[in-house]
């Protein structure tokens, strides 16, 4: 069965710090690895995929298959970041995914 | 490009009764569409799926069930509704070009 675990339920740090939130997977398969975003009042919306291996606002996330992760970086964290993280795997057919548990990320000024 | 209409916002439910969320998409045709819940404490939980019109899967046993009576409207009911049925409940649709999901604004269901 695959799994995604997010320990972190919640998370605080000051605006220009460093902020890593942390995401583990469990899936005997190559898995496809997301990570999906919810702002205050807005939709829950894809931040990025691991296939891409692009950064979007500053953050980036490598896919570790040794340690079966797929941890969420920003070197400079800004208020706007502010907002629900999900991690999100998708290892089987039609698309469905499954998700972490979340992490509402806070950054303080 | 696609746009997800999910209605209603919020909905409080007396135990007991009956429940219909709909969720419309348009912008795209023949796409996968979901049905996600969040419980408090807990993380969003796939539902129901489908791949085409009458095609429903359920990915856990439940109180209720999915319908989707036309290629981009996708139904969620329950002829009774349990206070456990309460949660933040999500639809969303994959494009068959692409592996991104696009979620609705979602319902709020409190069941009292």
């Known amino acids: 069965a695959q799994r995604v675990t997010q320990p972190e339920k919640l998370l605080s740090v000051f605006k220009g710090a460093p902020v890593e939130l942390k995401c583990n997977y469990s899936y005997s398969g190559s898995p496809e690895l997301f990570w999906y975003v919810q702002y205050s009042r807005q939709r829950l919306q894809l931040l990025l995929r691991h296939i891409s291996r692009e950064s979007i606002k500053g953050f980036t996330a490598d896919l570790n298959k040794g340690e079966t992760s797929f941890h969420l970086k920003k070197p400079f964290a800004q208020e706007e970041d502010s907002a629900m993280y999900y991690c999100a795997l998708s290892g089987t057919s039609y698309g469905k995914l499954t998700f972490g548990q979340g992490t509402i990320l806070t950054v303080h000024p | 490009s696609q746009t997800i209409h999910q209605w209603p916002a919020t909905l409080v439910q007396p135990v007991g009764s009956p429940l219909s969320l709909e969720c419309t998409v348009e912008g795209t045709s023949n796409p996968n569409l979901y049905w996600y819940r969040q419980a408090a404490g807990r993380g969003l939980q796939l539902l129901f799926y489908?791949?085409?019109?009458?095609?429903i899967s359920s990915e856990v046993p439940q109180n209720l069930s999915a319908s989707r009576p036309q290629d981009r409207q996708f139904i969620l009911s329950s002829k009774k509704l349990l206070l456990s049925d309460s949660g933040f409940y999500l639809c969303?649709?994959?494009?068959?070009?692409?592996?991104?999901?696009?979620f609705g604004q979602g319902t709020r269901l409190t069941v009292v």
């Open positions: 969303a649709v994959l494009l068959r070009e692409n592996t991104e999901a696009f």
């Open positions: 489908s791949v085409g019109i009458g095609q």
